[in-house]
Each structure stands twice: as C-alpha cells, then as structure tokens.
C-alpha cells in the first residue's frame, strides 16, 4: 500500500538521541536552545520558541494575543479540530469563515464580514501547506486591530511573496507532530514578531517561570515570583534531538515533495473529472499534501485502493462537531470543497516510480 503519510526519521536520530540520554538531563536545555536557533536560521523566522505539541502552540499564541473569554476569533472550518479547540480552551468563541473552493484557504472576504465587535483574532490555516492569501489578511488585521495568528501546521518551509511562513505575521504555529514535515515526534513552535511577546512565550511554556532570570537559591529552589498562570508547554531535549537530526536534508526532501507536486499538477491538469487547486506563483506551497477536486470521488477512492493507493479526504469541515455549536450556515465554499475535495499520497519516502503508478491508476479512470 502506499500510504498517505510517512513518518520521516532521520538515519543518525537514534545516535542523536542516545547523547541527549546519555547526558542524564531530559527537560528542556541546551539542546532545545540549539533547536530553535537551527530553526530560525534554516527558515527565516521570527524569534521562536519550541514547545510539546502544535495544539500548545496555537493555545499559547491565542493566549498571548490577549485572547479572552468572550472573544471571537475567526478561523476557516477546513482544518484539523485542534485550530478550534485551541480557542475553545480560553472560552473565546471560534467563528468559521468561508474557504476559496479552489485552495481550501480562509477567503478574506469572508473574514472581512464576520468581523464584529467582539473579534480579537485571525486564525488562518495554510491548508496542505498552500499559504492564504497574507496580503489580504494583514491588511484585514491591521485596519481592525486584530492580532494574525497562522495555523501552519502543515507549512513549514512555505513562504509567501519571498517571505518564509514563520517571519510575516504576529504568531506563526508549527507542528512537529509524527506525520508533519518535521518530527520530533511531538511537538511544536510558536514565531513571535514582537520581542516581548516571545519573552512571555518563552515564559509561560514553563509555568510561567523565566528558567534564565530563576536561579537556584541557597535553599535549593529557584527563585521566582509567578506573576501569571503559565503551562507545562516546553520541548524536551531528546525530542528536540530528534527534530536537529530531522532538520539535516530538509531542504533537499522538500525539494523532491515540490518536485512529485509538480508532476502531478501537468500530469493531472487536463485529466476528465478532476480540478486541481488554483496555485499562484505568487508564493511557494510546502506541499504537506497534495489534493484536487473529482468527480465520482467514493469510485476514485475506491480505485486506487484497489492500485494499492491510499486517498483521502484528510479532514472534513471541523464545525460538524457538536463541541462547535453546530455547523455554520452559508458557507457556500467550505460546502462545496467538502463534497468533492480529495488527497494523495506525497511524503519523503514516496518515490519517482510510485508517483508515476499513481499518475498511470488516475488516467485509467474510474
Ligand atoms: C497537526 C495539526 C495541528 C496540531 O498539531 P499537534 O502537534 O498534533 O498538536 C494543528 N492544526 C493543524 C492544521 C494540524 O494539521
């Protein structure tokens, strides 16, 4: 079978790893430091700070945007349940925009017209790695005095207009989660713009305690005073081992990801009863996924898998989950993605002659 996702492990991680075990000390230090710097480096971003998990990164950024109970924060509802989940923990209220049929991206139009007077946010996803459209909604955000905060969950090595996702709006979130571009089996970041922001973020992933400002007294405990109620949020060093080993040829592997996209898109672009995503040159698409709109798509779904071919729909609106309130009316593009929206399979291990199997099962029809 060829799967949809794959779990990219570098060949030096185990030896990687075993030093961070070696050294006795688990919990976040040196190594995580390390992490994050070769982050910023290779990508482009803001100052970052790593965390456990992407859903940490998004709660910790809602939080830091001042995010409240009562606030509305709005997000498209083609995304993965931890983007509105994130919103539900500080009690705001996660209200769904309508998507481009044609991207899966939040359309700015519509986020222009659910802004109100209690909005706070902008919670756009990068869907499958494809950036939104960061023109229009910076200038959304700014005109209303709204803080971005970027689900790029499956973005990491995208980049907009020249810019990297992670170096353009107020918060960027990364996951590092065991099928995203880069593992270190879980995990996360946050990209701060503003340099206080990332002195709070660096804060409040750890209770709240500056670990830099908190020494150990002479009576065996740091010494600090909480000023604010801080999470359990931090990287652990060997976590953070595994995500430098994974950083080693990442370029080189999106390269290859970009490079199957590609041959998909002039194989496909003609191809009775499907319609491939708009893609504006505009920006660079990291291609966590590659997906398209068909026609007949269970008998698709159905095809492949008897080709040995995994396809899916990866995720549904998330607003159909009853934790949400029930689903939003008139989204006339999110209805019309979830009907015909599909994904195949692109991931580091998936080869040249794969790619071309799959390309020669969809010409066949079905
Ligand atoms: C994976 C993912 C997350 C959550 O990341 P975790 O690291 O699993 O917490 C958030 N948003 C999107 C869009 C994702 O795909």
């Not at 879980?186 to 209770?207: E, L, M, Q």
């Not at 007949?296 to 779904?301: A, E, M, N, Q, S």
Request: proline residues 3%.
């Amino acid at each position: 079978m060829i799967n949809l996702f794959h779990t990219y492990i570098a060949p030096t991680a185990g030896e990687d790893i075993q030093k961070v075990l070696n050294t006795g000390f688990l919990s976040e230090g040196e190594t995580v430091l390390q992490f994050e710097r070769a982050l910023e480096q290779q990508f482009g971003f803001n100052q970052c700070v790593s965390v456990n998990s992407g859903t940490s990164a998004l709660h910790l950024a809602l939080d830091l945007a001042g995010v409240q109970e009562g606030d509305e924060v709005i997000l498209p509802a083609q995304t993965f349940v931890a983007s509105g989940l994130a919103i539900l923990y500080l009690k705001a209220i996660p209200v769904f925009a309508d998507i481009d049929y044609f991207t899966g991206n939040i359309s700015p139009a519509s986020v222009k017209e659910k802004i109100s007077s209690k909005t706070k946010a902008i919670l756009p996803v990068h869907w499958g790695g494809y950036p939104c459209d960061m023109t229009e909604l910076l200038a959304l955000a700014e005109h209303h005095g709204l803080k971005l905060i970027e689900d790029a969950a499956h973005a990491l090595g995208a980049s907009y207009k020249q810019d990297p996702i992670g170096s353009i709006s107020d918060f960027t979130c990364f996951s590092f989660q065991a099928i995203k571009h880069l593992s270190t089996g879980d995990g996360g970041a946050i990209c701060c713009k503003s340099p206080n922001d990332y002195k709070t973020a660096k804060s409040k992933r750890w209770f709240g305690i500056d670990r830099e400002k908190a020494p150990l007294t002479e009576l065996g405990e740091r010494a600090y005073n909480i000023s604010h109620a801080g999470y359990k949020y931090h990287m652990n060093n060997y976590a953070a081992a595994l995500g430098l080993s994974n950083l080693n040829g990442f370029e080189l592997r999106l390269k290859k990801r970009i490079q199957i996209a590609n041959q998909y898109r002039s194989a496909l672009h003609q191809q009775d009863g499907i319609r491939l995503f708009n893609y504006f040159t505009d920006r660079q698409s990291a291609y966590w996924l590659f997906g398209f709109h068909v026609e007949k798509r269970k008998d698709f779904i159905r095809k492949l898998k008897s080709a040995g071919i995994a396809a899916s729909v990866v995720h549904q609106r998330i607003d159909r989950n009853s934790v949400f309130g029930g689903l939003t009316k008139n989204l006339s593009g999110q209805e019309a993605f979830d009907e015909t929206q599909i994904h195949i399979p692109i991931h580091d291990a998936l080869s040249m002659e794969n790619a071309e199997h799959i390309i020669n099962t969809i010409k066949q029809g079905w």
